[in-house]
Nanobody, 129 residues
Framework: QVQLVESGGGLVQAGGSLRLSCAASGRSFSRDAMGWFRQAPGKEREFVAA????????YYASSVKGRFTISRDNAKNTEYLQMNSLKPEDSAVYHCAFYPGPYSGNTRMYEYMNECHCWGQGTQVTVSS
């Protein structure tokens, strides 16, 4: 059974940094695209970043580009999200995600995660002004 466990969230002041981790288990994810989504209270879950199976290609939402960096360690079945220059509007519950095979867009990744009921609990990030 696939399990995704996010960690690393917390309370940070605006301008600060956090590093999120997602430990995946249940099978190897080394050939899967992986990503991050976030959901703020009263808002839809939105795409943050994604990375190809090899790590050679990365994709970012325009709101985080230049501030966030996604990476992965296939040997550890783990992905990361380094978040710098955090803003209050980055406050949300952050969820990791995956899509089997090559990255096919954030919408398809989101749909797949819903179809397989694979979302984890997420990790809360709160940025104070």
């Amino acid at each position: 059974q696939v399990q995704l466990v996010e960690s690393g969230g917390g309370l940070v002041q605006a301008g600060g940094s956090l590093r999120l981790s997602c430990a995946a288990s249940g099978r190897s994810f080394s050939r899967d695209a992986m990503g991050w989504f976030r959901q703020a209270p009263g808002k839809e879950r939105e795409f943050v970043a994604a990375i190809s199976w090899s790590g050679g290609s990365t994709y970012y939402a325009s709101s985080v580009k230049g501030r966030f960096t996604i990476s992965r360690d296939n040997a550890k079945n783990t992905e990361y999200l380094q978040m710098n220059s955090l803003k209050p509007e980055d406050s949300a519950v952050y969820h990791c995600a995956f899509y089997p095979g090559p990255y096919s867009g954030n919408t398809r990744m989101y749909e797949y995660m819903n179809e397989c009921h694979c979302w984890g609990q997420g990790t809360q990030v709160t940025v104070s002004s």
